[in-house]
């Protein structure tokens, strides 16, 4: 069971997202404004949020950026009637978990929730680290930076996510699918070329030797 917070104004909706939850087995707290979602996300209680952009008091961007800012790296699931691609890449660059416009199907809700959890198991594997060393590259995981020889880059919230399932599998072959699940958590095709192009962007921050491609299957974390 796992606590889920809802951050959501119009109370229909709110109501209809935690009676969802409840019957899944989840523990829902829905609150209806930015300043006491923000609140109840620093707390430490909840394993997961649901946000809604257009809050009252403030918007969920500030919220999200707030959060993060605080060093919170507690999923969060965008829930808006904002479908533009401008919102859509705003709230990822923000740090956002994943991104659904309004009206949505519960059933593909829960599966993202579903998604979110186990990521967020996989990346609490060393919960009391707040830099990850592998082989001279640093990753803080609250800055969300990695130095590499001493020099410090900053990470968008996509090539922060891709270093740290890197660097918490080290040596391992990840595959491009299993990439796509953890970092995005979109039904991508199968062809896209999105994994490829910011592993192209990783490799400009941690040296182009560090993640080696493994023809045909996907990529390995392994830095000199």
Do not use: C
Not at 41 to 48: E, I, K, P
Not at 94 to 100: N, R, T
Request: glycine share 8%; proline share 4%.
């Amino acid at each position: 069971m796992a606590q889920i917070l809802i951050v959501e104004d119009e109370h229909r909706i709110a109501s209809f997202v935690a009676k969802g939850l409840r019957a899944e087995g989840h523990q829902p707290t829905v609150v209806g404004d930015g300043p006491a979602g923000l609140d109840e996300a620093l707390s430490g209680r909840f394993d997961l949020m649901v946000l809604d952009i257009g809050l009252p008091g403030m918007d969920g961007f500030e919220v999200l950026d707030q959060l993060r800012s605080q060093g919170s790296r507690m999923p969060v699931i965008i829930l808006t009637a904002r479908d533009s691609v401008t919102d859509t890449v705003a709230a990822l660059d923000s740090g956002a978990d994943d991104y659904m416009a309004k009206p949505f199907r519960f059933a593909e809700l829960m599966a993202r929730v579903r998604l979110r959890l186990r990521s967020a198991d996989v990346s609490e594997t060393r919960p009391h680290e707040e830099v990850l060393h592998v082989a001279g590259v640093e990753l803080d995981r609250r800055k969300r930076s990695v130095t590499v020889n001493g020099e410090v880059f900053d990470l968008s919230a996509r090539e922060f996510a891709l270093a740290e399932i890197f660097m918490l599998n080290p040596g391992q072959v990840l595959t491009r699918e299993q990439l796509l699940d953890h970092v995005w958590g979109y039904d991508f095709d199968p062809s896209s070329n999105v994994v490829d192009v910011y592993v192209g962007y990783l490799r400009k921050k941690v040296g182009t030797e560090a993640i080696a491609t493994v023809r045909g299957v996907g990529y390995r974390f392994r830095p000199a």
